[in-house]
């Protein structure tokens, strides 16, 4: 599973993956960045932009067994996360902003699985995930409750054309050892009295 760092790195490796991507020259001075609820208030001209506006505890794996290292060191289980996503598109007409949107669907539908490598060379702390851990990227319907509470946080007149994302399953290890030695033989008293 992943150090702390790691929902950080995903956002990051988001970005990263789109930026890399971007059709030349159409989007050659368009924007990919991760935003606060204020970045709403001064919005960029053309671009992403990638809200962070929930985080949940993934309840499909709750019951994850502890981690052991190489050192043979177990640690407490990983906290298995979803991470709730608001992509809103930036431009000055209507067409571009529509063509970016469509543009960026597709590319994240075709790169679901963020591998490994993608997440780690994104942010500036090396090796957040291990060689094996990858983040599924989905979109997510986002009811028109969930809408009104974000645009009604912001000082936006006209909210911009969004889409919801879920990162699934950023695992967040642990660093807390577990203590005790672990069970090597179990004794069952089956048929003897106990007096």
């Known amino acids: 599973m992943a150090s702390f760092q790691a929902i950080a790195a995903t956002g990051q490796a988001i970005i990263r993956l789109l930026a890399d991507s971007r059709p030349q020259p159409e989007f050659s001075t368009t924007r990919f960045e991760l935003n606060q609820l204020s970045d709403f208030n001064d919005p960029m001209e053309e671009g992403i932009s990638f809200f962070l506006y929930r985080v949940a505890v993934n309840g499909t794996r709750r019951n994850i067994p502890p981690t052991v290292g190489p050192d043979g060191i177990r640690h407490r289980p990983p906290l298995p996360v979803d991470l709730h996503y608001v992509a809103s598109v930036w431009a000055k007409s209507p067409v571009k902003q529509q063509r970016l949107l469509g ?14 490598g993608l997440l780690n060379q994104s942010g500036p702390e090396p090796d957040v995930f291990k060689p094996n ?28 054309l969004s889409v919801g994302y879920v990162a699934r399953m950023v695992g967040i290890e642990s660093t807390v050892v577990l203590s005790g030695a672990l069970v090597q033989t179990r004794e ?8």
């Open 103 to 116: 543009w960026m669907v597709r590319q994240l539908e075709d790169v679901p699985i963020l591998p490994t």
């Open 133 to 160: 851990e990858t983040v599924e990227l989905i979109l997510e319907q986002l009811t028109m409750q969930d809408w009104n509470n974000l645009w009604g946080a912001t000082k936006l007149t006209a909210p911009p």
């Open 188 to 195: 069952i008293g089956y048929g003897k009295l106990i007096s």
